[in-house]
């Protein structure tokens, strides 16, 4: 089992940027697909960002295409998710999940972190 810990959130004016971190305890991502999710109040928990387990294919949501780019390190104990040029629809809370097949669906993953807010101000 791993155990996923989200860090790096805070408030960010729109046009900023920000690095949220997912670090893995228990055991690392090896064999993992890492997914990117966030969930705004009143919302559903929406697909952002996805890299799978070699580190070599990166998935993206359209909305965030071009803005965020998801990265994991050579020890695969720590995925990062590198948002810029940020907006107010950005604001939510951020998660990342693990998954060993799967990209898009937040059924698909197994194991999730307990999230980290994020807050774009106008």
């Known amino acids: 089992q791993v155990q996923l810990v989200e860090s790096g959130g805070g408030l960010v004016q729109a046009g900023g940027s920000l690095r949220v971190s997912c670090a893995a305890s228990?055991?690392?991502?090896?064999?993992?697909?890492v997914g990117w999710f966030r969930q705004a109040p009143g919302k559903e928990r929406e697909f952002v960002a996805a890299?799978?387990?070699?580190?070599?294919?990166?998935y993206y949501a359209d909305s965030v295409k071009g803005r965020f780019t998801i990265s994991r390190d050579s020890s695969e104990s720590t995925v990062y998710l590198q948002m810029s040029s940020l907006k107010p629809e950005d604001t939510a809370n951020y998660y990342c999940?693990?998954?060993?097949?799967?990209?898009?669906?937040?059924?698909?993953?197994?194991?999730w972190g307990q999230g980290t807010q994020v807050t774009v101000s106008s």
């Open positions: 890299i799978n387990w070699s580190g070599t294919s990166t």
């Open positions: 999940a693990v998954t060993v097949s799967g990209t898009y669906y937040p059924d698909e993953y197994d194991y």
């Open positions: 228990g055991r690392t991502f090896s064999g993992y697909a």
